[in-house]
């Protein structure tokens, strides 16, 4: 897996309805993950227009605060 850049997640922009931070790409669309991919403990943040990737840089409690902010709690779902 090739990563294009490593970005603060203080430098992105966090979408609360949609629940997703968000991060210019130079194709002119925007990286996207989301808030439960990232608590999830997943850090790459895709472009859907173009193969980059970057890697989100962040802190376990950058999370908490957002979460606890947006209203989000974590989802068990079960089969």
């Known amino acids: 897996m090739s990563i294009y850049d490593q970005v603060e997640i203080e ?3 966090f979408d ?6 968000t991060y210019p790409c130079p194709c002119g669309d925007k990286f996207q ?6 608590m999830d403990g997943s850090d790459v ?3 859907p227009s173009c193969s980059l990737m ?3 840089i962040f802190e376990p409690e950058d999370l908490e605060s957002v979460a ?4 989000s709690q ?3 779902v079960s089969a």
């Open 74 to 76: 974590p989802v068990s």
């Open 16 to 21: 609360p309805d949609l629940q997703i931070y």
């Open 54 to 56: 970057i890697q989100v």
């Open 33 to 38: 993950i989301s808030l439960l991919d990232l």
């Open 45 to 47: 943040a895709v472009c």
């Open 68 to 71: 606890t902010e947006s209203g």
């Open 11 to 13: 430098d992105m922009l």
